[in-house]
């Protein structure tokens, strides 16, 4: 009975041996936990992939979840690398000063939030006003007609008005940027992520949805965006967001427990060079820095 489960206990360490070297050559791969930001997920995981080429000893796992899901890992140390498309907010450092945690911000890119419509409406500019109007507490405008167009197809005329949940960094950000102050108004359909935000507005007529630029599809209709009504707009691009012309451009961020080191440290410095700032322009975004793409 001993001598076989001996032999048991050798075959069992000889097929783990056999597993760690088909797996990693001979050798034990380190783990970098990613997540975060549902902006930054499809990024986060182009990074990933083209950094087993650089390092293929280094494993970066990435999930999203959205930015306040990303920061609270690294208020608890649960991960290596939060990605969020929002600062920090000041209750969250406080939480993880007290818990012996030290984020600290690293900008990886720039983005610019669109404004989609669907393909058939007529709109072609909308105001920081009118967004405010259509998305705010209070907002009067609940109708294309309210803004002077008929969009074919929406029954009734009433806005449908598709936001993020509030665990969203795209979620703070527009309501930081456009609505200030106030909050959204109630009965607004709130995606789980980006590209739900804009499969709904592609489905439906009577849709109006906010989402990163790197989520437009041919299918819909990304909005001219004007500081004051009547005033001149400016389109959505990887060049206005660079430049800030664009009035809802904004920085992404990835958050690491103080200076990172080891191979958190070389995976960012790698993703700031001009190969890592390539696939995120790649990507749709624009880059932190200017880089020759070739």
Same mark, same amino acid.
Request: charged letters at 20%.
């Given at each position: 009975?001993?001598? *076989?489960?001996?032999?048991?206990?050798?075959?069992?360490?000889? #097929?783990?041996?056999?597993?760690?070297?088909?797996?990693?050559?001979?050798?034990?791969?380190?783990?970098?936990?990613?997540?975060?930001?549902?902006?930054?997920?499809?990024?986060?995981? $182009? !990074?990933?992939? $083209?950094?087993?080429?650089?390092?293929?000893? @280094?494993?970066?796992?990435?999930?999203?979840?959205?930015?306040?899901?990303?920061?609270?890992?690294?208020?608890?140390?649960?991960?290596?690398?939060?990605?969020?498309?929002?600062?920090?907010?000041?209750?969250?450092?406080? #939480?993880?000063?007290? =818990?012996?945690?030290?984020?600290?911000?690293?900008?990886?890119?720039?983005?610019?939030?669109?404004?989609?419509?669907?393909?058939? +409406?007529?709109?072609?500019?909308?105001?920081?006003?009118?967004?405010?109007? &259509?998305? %705010?507490?209070?907002?009067? @405008?609940?109708? !294309?007609?309210?803004? %002077? /167009?008929?969009?074919?197809?929406?029954?009734?005329?009433?806005?449908?008005?598709?936001? *993020?949940? =509030?665990?969203?960094?795209?979620?703070?950000?527009?309501?930081?940027? /456009?609505?200030?102050?106030?909050?959204? *108004?109630?009965?607004?359909?709130?995606?789980?992520?980006?590209?739900?935000?804009?499969?709904?507005?592609?489905?439906?007529?009577?849709?109006?949805?906010?989402?990163?630029?790197?989520?437009?599809?041919?299918? @819909?209709?990304?909005?001219? /965006?004007?500081?004051?009504?009547?005033?001149?707009?400016?389109?959505?691009? /990887?060049?206005?967001?660079?430049?800030?012309?664009?009035?809802?451009?904004?920085?992404?961020?990835?958050?690491?427990?103080?200076?990172?080191?080891?191979?958190?440290?070389?995976?960012? +410095?790698?993703?700031?060079?001009?190969?890592?700032?390539? &696939?995120?322009?790649?990507?749709?975004?624009?880059?932190?820095?200017?880089?020759?793409? %070739?």
């Amino acid at each position: 009975m001993i001598s *076989r489960r001996i032999a048991l206990l050798g075959l069992i360490v000889a #097929l783990a041996a056999t597993l760690l070297t088909a797996c990693g050559g001979g050798e034990r791969r380190q783990v970098i936990q990613n997540k975060g930001s549902d902006t930054l997920v499809n990024v986060a995981q $182009a !990074w990933a992939e $083209a950094y087993q080429s650089v390092n293929p000893s @280094v494993v970066v796992a990435v999930s999203g979840g959205g930015s306040g899901t990303g920061i609270a890992a690294l208020i608890n140390g649960t991960v290596d690398i939060a990605n969020s498309s929002r600062a920090i907010k000041a209750k969250e450092l406080k #939480l993880a000063e007290d =818990n012996g945690q030290d984020p600290l911000q690293h900008v990886v890119g720039y983005d610019a939030l669109a404004v989609f419509l669907h393909a058939d +409406n007529p709109l072609e500019e909308i105001s920081i006003e009118q967004l405010v109007g &259509i998305y %705010g507490e209070g907002g009067e @405008v609940t109708r !294309w007609t309210d803004l %002077g /167009v008929e969009v074919p197809g929406c029954q009734g005329q009433e806005i449908v008005v598709v936001s *993020r949940q =509030n665990n969203s960094g795209t979620y703070a950000y527009f309501r930081g940027a /456009v609505l200030g102050s106030r909050d959204f *108004r109630l009965g607004t359909r709130d995606m789980h992520g980006s590209k739900d935000v804009v499969d709904l507005v592609e489905k439906t007529p009577c849709a109006i949805g906010y989402s990163g630029l790197a989520y437009s599809t041919d299918h @819909v209709k990304m909005a001219c /965006v004007a500081e004051e009504t009547g005033g001149p707009c400016t389109s959505p691009s /990887v060049e206005t967001a660079v430049d800030g012309s664009y009035p809802i451009a904004r920085p992404l961020f990835m958050y690491t427990n103080g200076e990172p080191t080891g191979i958190v440290g070389e995976y960012l +410095n790698w993703i700031k060079s001009a190969e890592g700032q390539c &696939i995120i322009l790649n990507k749709g975004y624009a880059p932190a820095s200017a880089v020759d793409c %070739g």
